[in-house]
């Protein structure tokens, strides 16, 4: 039985102050044996939407996910897509451009990551980086951003009107959050790999990062192709809020198995007289 | 508790005839149930290295999965890596090769999917169709099987050389439970999709691809790179046996976590400073 929480749906031109979206909310939901009993039906629902998409082989759809560092990326695309069958998805994590990369528009690298009809992609940031890290730092201008916020919107349409659904999903941490997660990252020893003093160095940007992504929500929300706010402070509500976009998506979708093809019948009069020769043997 | 089974490891030079292995051949197993409580123990273990793997970051390493239409190739790479975080996974299915990649050696897209340090890859056929397919239908001559066999050779010990484990493993099924399986995507309608005409035709050549298959054998193991023959009629038996042989992998590759890094801990003063603070607020 489905829970009420809120939703953060960004729509077209919707404005959004993060401030008024406490990281911690898990709407009616209390813990995180709370949402087992949900999870598990939307599980199985994913499980059955899956093996139509891969079958159909006429759609794909593509899941976005941003966030602060320590937001949660990594840890929700394998909670969420362990379910998949790994055959069927794609995952790619956006680092820094390499330098054949940077010698491209900045589009080019994220569409070759776009998966094929029947396939999910899931991306560990994105393209909107080129609209935030970038931003933050100097590298492009207000026009130029307001120019990209553009140019995104005009890619996310092309994709979607050829079939590939693009679902836009933002992980919101608090920046106590954040710190605790770094501080793990430095206390235990076998942490210490994932531990980049870059981002102690990021996090004093935070305000600006905050201003940059409500920018985003701002100008690159449609109906079609929305943003997503999820408070995410609390893991186990994350996990479920995108379970919950993810087979919602899939379910808008329609998605079925092909048409049964009648004509096949006629192979098998052939086909159980060799079984036969082949028993005998 | 592991049951004993026999294994089918080839390495250099060893010959096999297909036909003195029976394809339902389950070792000491008797039924599915039998299997569960060591791929549970598998699974934990698995779950442990690859995060490993994935850390480290200076190793990888690629499955191959060969054999006959409907061996269970999907089915198996679907159960076995399930168990995987998605994202530290590319699996990858060869089909007819683009005009593009017609266009150049045969190595080319194979090497292309071979994923980066810290990934599996899963190659649902592969590079061997180029000594297998092509073969059966005379596109290529025993002479240039005989060097392509080299070639192969030289690739898999380059990539081994490199920090990329390659093993290689054979779906090994009856031409009984090939055709059970063509009749029942006939049968089923919502299967009918799956069904390719291309099947029945090919499979008036399985002498032959046993033929090639077995010269694959010959020529192209090794013990840094062996082939493993999986009798697969049942598929409770070969997920049990492929999951045996990829853990093993893992096992072999001795994998830690980076080593703890000492000096990160001169940030927490700091860090601590900042979370008071925030808590203040």
Redesign the interface.
């Known amino acids: 039985m489905s829970k009420s929480s809120k939703n953060w749906f960004l729509a077209k031109g919707d404005s959004i102050d993060l401030k008024d979206i406490d990281p911690g909310y898990t709407g009616d939901y209390h813990s995180k044996e709370d949402t087992e009993s949900e999870k598990a039906e939307l599980t199985e629902i994913f499980e059955k939407l899956q093996p139509k998409l891969f079958?159909s082989g006429k759609k794909s759809v593509l899941f976005v996910f941003q966030g602060m560092d320590c937001s949660g990326k990594?840890g929700v695309?394998?909670k969420v897509?362990?379910i998949?069958?790994?055959?069927g998805?794609h995952?790619h994590?956006f680092k820094a451009p390499t330098t054949e990369e940077r010698n491209h528009d900045y589009l080019w690298r994220a569409h070759q990551h776009v998966a094929g009809y029947g396939y999910i992609s899931?991306f560990?940031r994105s393209y909107y980086e080129d609209v935030l890290i970038t931003r933050v730092h100097g590298q492009i201008d207000d026009p130029t951003a307001k120019q990209r916020f553009k140019q995104i919107n005009h890619f996310e349409k092309m994709l979607e009107e050829n079939g590939v659904r693009v679902v836009k999903i933002f992980l919101h941490i608090s920046?106590?959050f954040q710190?605790?997660k770094?501080?793990d990252r430095?206390?235990k020893?076998?942490k210490?790999?994932?531990?980049d003093?870059g981002d102690?160095q990021e996090r004093k940007y935070w305000d600006d990062y905050q201003k940059c992504y409500e920018d985003v929500f701002k100008h690159c929300a449609s109906d079609d192709h929305p943003w997503h706010i999820i408070p995410a402070d609390n893991r186990w509500y994350r996990d479920l809020a995108v379970l919950q976009i993810v087979v919602r998506t899939l379910q808008e979708m329609d998605l079925s198995?092909?048409?049964?093809?009648p004509e096949?019948?006629e192979?098998?009069p052939d086909?159980?007289a060799?079984?036969e020769k082949?028993?005998k043997k």
Do not use: T
Request: hydrophobic share 45%.
């Open positions: 079958a990594d695309i394998n897509f362990s998949s069958n790994p055959a998805i995952i994590s899931a560990n920046k106590e710190l605790k770094l501080i430095v206390e020893p076998h210490n790999w994932k531990f003093k102690l198995y092909p048409d049964p093809i096949l019948q192979h098998l086909m159980y060799e079984l082949l028993k």
